[in-house]
């Protein structure tokens, strides 16, 4: 004999197949919670041959449950969502704690029936299955279909159900993971702002005595004698060191946002020299001998000049920093069919072939930094790459390993230069 409602077993068995089908394709389409609910419920009362069906969902803090799909008809689900549920006194309630599906096939005279829903919404439970709707082992809700049309509920209707209440419960976990990820990504943009306005304010209200110490030291150091001139210069050292990271500070920030650029036609060679007069004396000090050949220099690129000089001493700082003292540092010039390439290498304490990209990272030092014997904060290497790639360039590393040397290669565009 076919099942009721249906013409034949058969026939009964496809619908029923293709329609957990739909809902699991429906699932995999990502849509929003409250359509896939409603999908849910239409499937469960076509499936099940039944008036309605309703999910609610228990809510630990208020110890209660509330709806959160139904198609009851005539109800507004938007009322029923205002409804609370008794854990206590609801066939829904018990089925959560007591962790199982409860078929009622008569509901006229259960007192279980919590019937302050029906009577709000002119509606009555004749009938009603119910199973637990399950996430990571923990029940978080309970499926309910209500007046089967026909008869009493089956096994085929419990298990049916049950597999929509699967469905229905990675349906709202996906949708409270999306949710989570939604506002840890919402807090981590408000601490990002924060920390941007933070550096602006700092960088900006630092400048201002910073520039009356660099100016009353540079002034000392010519002025004084002896012992009292050295002091000076340890100051104005120490001073322009503090605006060198303060500049970090202020660059990392820009790279945060998009960088304005100011282009023009340059040689490479006017780049390169402006750099190195920059450093001559910092090179001096540590008895370097700085290396610059500017064969080839004469290659016109098209950039930012300001960008590119940022990047090129903060290469070469590095390499003055990280090369014992007497070393050798050399800048050179290569033509390529696209780019032109400044090869700036140092017989330093060199890279492990591990930190060659993470170097670029910003804060990212080799050496920890409790530990390390050089000062700077981890910036100018991401701030290089980033003023370089903003004109267009490349920039990497290379590296025989530990005490055998560095070489940046700073690449840019040739032939936009020639536009
Ligand atoms: P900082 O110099 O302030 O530490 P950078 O971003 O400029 O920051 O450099 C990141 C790290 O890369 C340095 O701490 C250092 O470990 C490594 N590094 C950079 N340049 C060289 C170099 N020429 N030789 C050896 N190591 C280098």
New binding site residues.
């Given amino acids: 004999m076919a099942a009721p409602g249906y013409s034949t077993n058969l026939e009964k068995h496809n619908l029923i197949l293709s329609r957990l089908l739909d809902v699991s394709l429906v699932l995999n389409l990502n849509v929003a919670l409250k359509p896939i609910l409603g999908y849910i419920m239409e499937a469960a009362c076509e499936i099940a041959l039944c008036d309605a069906a309703s999910i609610l969902l228990y809510n630990k803090n208020s110890d209660e449950l509330r709806f959160a799909a139904s198609n009851t008809p005539g109800a507004d689900t938007d009322a029923l969502q205002k409804i609370p549920v008794p854990m206590a006194n609801s066939i829904g309630g018990q089925i959560v704690r007591e962790n199982r599906p409860i078929i009622i096939q008569n509901a006229d005279e259960d007192p279980r029936i919590y019937r302050t829903v029906d009577e709000s919404i002119g509606f009555t439970t004749k009938s009603l299955l119910g199973v637990p709707m399950h996430v990571k082992g923990s029940v978080i809700g309970v499926l309910e279909a209500l007046n089967k049309r026909e008869g009493g509920w089956t096994q085929d209707d419990l298990n049916n159900l049950t597999i929509l209440a699967s469905h229905a419960a990675v349906a709202i976990s996906n949708a409270r993971q999306t949710e989570a990820l939604r506002k840890a990504n919402e807090e981590l943009n408000k601490l990002d702002k924060i920390k941007n306005d933070f550096i602006a304010i700092a960088s900006h209200e630092l400048r201002t005595p910073l520039s009356v110490i660099l100016g009353y030291a540079s002034f000392l150091k010519d002025e004084a004698q002896g012992e009292a001139s050295d002091h000076a210069a340890a100051v104005l050292n120490s001073a322009m060191h503090l605006r060198n990271l303060i500049e970090d500070m202020t660059n990392v920030r820009l790279l945060q946002g998009k960088i304005d650029l100011a282009r023009e036609h340059a040689t490479l060679a006017s780049l390169i020299q402006a750099a190195q007069s920059d450093l001559q004396s910092l090179a001096n000090a540590k008895g370097h001998h700085l290396d610059v050949d500017l064969a080839g220099g004469q290659a016109l690129v098209f950039v930012d000049r300001s960008k590119i000089a940022t990047a090129l001493i ?1 290469i070469l700082n ?2 003055i ?2 090369t014992p003292n007497g070393g050798l540092i050399q800048v050179r010039i290569e033509q390529r069919p696209e780019e032109v390439w400044v090869r700036i290498s ?1 017989n ?4 492990p072939s591990d930190h060659l990209e993470k ?1 670029f990272d910003e804060f ?4 920890d930094h409790m530990t390390r014997r ?1 000062n ?7 701030i290089a790459r980033g003023m370089v790639e903003a004109n267009g360039g490349r920039l990497w590393a290379e590296s025989a390993g530990p005490n055998k040397g ?1 070489t940046f290669i700073l690449a840019l565009p040739f032939k936009a230069s020639q536009g």
């Avoid at 700077?376 to 991401?382: A, P």
């Fill in positions: 903060n590095n390499a920093k990280f140092d330093g304490i060199g890279i170097i990212h030092q080799v050496a050089h700077g904060m981890g910036l100018g290497l991401s560095s």
